[in-house]
């Protein structure tokens, strides 16, 4: 096992089509959590999983935004109707407890034209 | 309001100094607290994590402190090299583990 992986590592829409990103953890991770993180800000919160529960989401998750953990492996992240706004690298993480190394993805650029 | 605030936003050092990168929070509980290297366009990458008891630890030419008093940590490197040029993030862990408050980032660039 590499690390936590993302795809695609890049994504250029246009505005109100809807994209879906696809992170894949370190595979004795059970927690899995989602980041936006746009140019010279840290990264922001979106939602955490344990297992296959979705245990938080941030308000920065609009309704159109979705994520979902079925088997408590893989994780997807979809944007419906998207929005310039939304314009952002999308960061994915992984960790086995809640002291332990948290480990991140490579993170998926995403460009809405 | 839980906030992590980094200084200086940016530094410029030549090849071979060393500098510290400072984090200061207000996140209450406290948990943990990491430092992060993030180059341009990657995701970020764990350097150190520390808990409330802990003052000072080390992973190679980083070192990173933290007083739980004043709530005050700092990044240490030294020796400086070309590659350590990026984005230095510090994060805190909130006591309930679930929440990671994200600094803003110190951008270093190391020039020969």
């Known amino acids: ?113 | 309001k839980n906030q992590v605030e980094q200084s200086p936003q940016s530094l410029i050092i030549l090849e071979g100094k060393n500098c510290t990168l400072q984090c200061n929070y207000t996140v209450s509980p406290f948990s943990n607290l990491r430092w992060y290297k993030q180059d341009t366009g990657r995701g970020p990458v764990s350097l150190t994590i520390m808990t409330f008891s802990e003052n000072t630890k080390s992973n190679g030419r980083y070192t990173a402190t933290l007083d739980a008093d004043t709530k005050q940590s700092s990044l240490h490197i030294t020796a400086s090299q070309l590659s350590d040029s990026a984005s230095y993030i510090c994060v805190v862990n909130n006591q309930a583990g679930t929440a990671l408050i994200f600094g803003k980032g110190t951008t270093l660039s190391v020039s020969s």
């Open chain 1, 1 to 113: 096992d590499t690390g936590v992986s993302q795809d695609p590592r890049h994504k250029i829409t246009k505005r109100g089509q809807n994209v879906t990103f696809r992170c894949d953890p370190i595979s004795e991770h059970n927690r899995l959590y989602w980041y936006r993180q746009t140019l010279g800000q840290g990264p922001e919160f979106l939602t955490y999983f344990q297992n296959e529960a979705q245990l938080e989401k941030s308000r920065l998750l609009s309704d159109r935004f979705s994520a979902e953990r079925p088997k408590g492996s893989f994780s997807t992240l979809e944007i419906q109707r998207t929005e310039q706004g939304d314009s952002a690298m999308y960061l994915c993480a992984s960790s086995y407890n809640l002291a332990g190394v948290i480990a991140f993805g490579p993170g998926t650029r995403l460009t809405v034209t």
